[in-house]
Each structure stands twice: as C-alpha cells, then as structure tokens.
C-alpha cells in the first residue's frame, strides 16, 4: 500500500495515559476514517524480539523485526482499546503491560528500528483520512498534518487512571509503582536524541487532566471542523 498524501491526517501525540489512544478511536469512528496506534508497532516489536530471544540493545536485528512484523489492527467496542493481531494471534492484552510498555519505550529511540517502522505508519494514510496516535506523529511522521494535538495530563492523573484500568486485572498493582515507572518513561521517551517526544511547533496543547472523555472529544472534533471539514468545503 502506497501513502496517499491528499488524505487528511490528525496527528495526536503525548505521552503515556494522557487518553491521546481512546480519543484517536473514538475520533476515528465518528469521522468513518481509518486509525494508526503508532505506539503499538513499537510494542509489538518488543514484544515480536523477546519472543525471538532478540536482545532490546540489538538494533540490527530488532530492525529486522521491526521489518518483518505481520500487523492488523481491528476496531474495538468505544472506549476500549483496538484488538491488535499480531501473526493473526490477539495479543492487544500481551502488548498493553507495564513490562512491554517499558521495553517499547527501550526499543523506540534506537534509529534502524524507527527507520523500519517509518514509511509502514505512513502508508496508512489513506482516504478518506487517518487519525494518527502517537509520540511523533506531528513533529516526524506526518509533518504535514492539518490538525496536530498534543495531549497530556499530569503524571499523577495518569498513573490513577492507568490504577483504575489494571487494579481489576493484575494482583498488587500500585500506584506509586506506576507513577515512578510513569515518570522514569517520560524522562526517557522526552530526552532520547531521535525523534524526542515534545508537542509539534504548531500543535495545539490538550491538557486532560480532570477533563472528562467528552470535554476533550469534543475540543478535538471542533479543531477538526476548523482546519479539515471547513476548509474543504470553502
């Protein structure tokens, strides 16, 4: 498949629990366009090296990897995430741990795996649009985007929510485990030397916190309107 570039994309980045994932969804469902979970092809070659016994500072064959990954993303129910398959297998819950979130975040800075991924997230620029959600999709991927968000929320307010998400499903969790690993995520992923998650010079800021799922959807779907469907039609 061949990136189509008269296709519209809203490029949505921040960092982890900032809500940049259900919003890219439920975005993607209203306007019938198509959704790109970026941090999932990174998770995924995580995942794909240490079931390949790779090493996570091997960047010749994590690159490989990241090359050879067989994707599909199919549309989850609202608000939840997207089923990922992964060789046809689901591992949408394998992909969302702590532990694979944090080797994700070790694979992304290395440059041959994020050369590999590049041109596989930009080909699913497609009509009639692509809802981009990532951590550099507006500064690296899709420059060109009409509409860039960056949406973020305090560390606190993000470890609560991803508390809320896992207390039901993993033994033990805690909240100040998530906090620091939030915090020690967040230095990493803002102080890498390739592509470094910072807002995009023209994004604009959502900051989520105490904000409920409709207050920001619908700041985001009035930018839409503004910068995409207006200015089509005028």
Do not use: H
Not at 53 to 64: F, I, P, Q, R, T
Not at 82 to 105: F, H, M, Q, Y
Not at 221 to 230: A, M, Q, T, W
């Amino acid at each position: 498949m061949k990136q189509n570039l008269s296709a519209p994309v809203i490029a949505i980045d921040g960092p982890s629990g900032a809500g940049k994932g259900t919003i890219a969804q439920l975005v993607a469902k209203k306007l019938g366009w198509s959704l790109l979970d970026s941090g999932a092809l990174y998770r995924l070659t995580a995942l794909a090296a240490e079931t390949a016994g790779v090493a996570l500072d091997n960047e010749g064959k994590l690159s490989e990897v990241a090359c050879s990954l067989d994707v599909e993303f199919v549309p989850g129910a609202d608000g939840e995430p997207v089923d990922v398959l992964l060789n046809g297998k689901d591992v949408t819950l394998d992909i969302r741990t702590e532990t694979c979130g944090n080797n994700a975040s070790k694979v992304a800075p290395l440059s041959g795996v994020r050369a590999a991924l590049l041109q596989r997230q930009r080909d699913f620029q497609q009509p009639p649009g692509l809802v981009a959600d990532g951590r550099d999709m507006g500064t690296v991927v899709f420059p060109q985007a009409p509409v860039k968000i960056y949406m973020t929320a305090s560390a606190q307010e993000r470890a609560e929510r991803r508390y809320r998400q896992l207390k039901d499903k993993v033994e033990g969790v805690k909240i100040a485990t998530l906090l620091s690993e939030i915090q020690e995520r967040d230095a990493r992923d803002s102080g890498r030397e390739t592509a470094p998650l910072k807002p995009a010079e023209d994004a604009v800021i959502i900051d989520t916190t105490g904000l409920g799922i409709e207050q920001v959807l619908s700041q985001v779907l009035k930018l839409v309107d503004e910068r995409v469907i207006n200015s089509a039609q005028g």
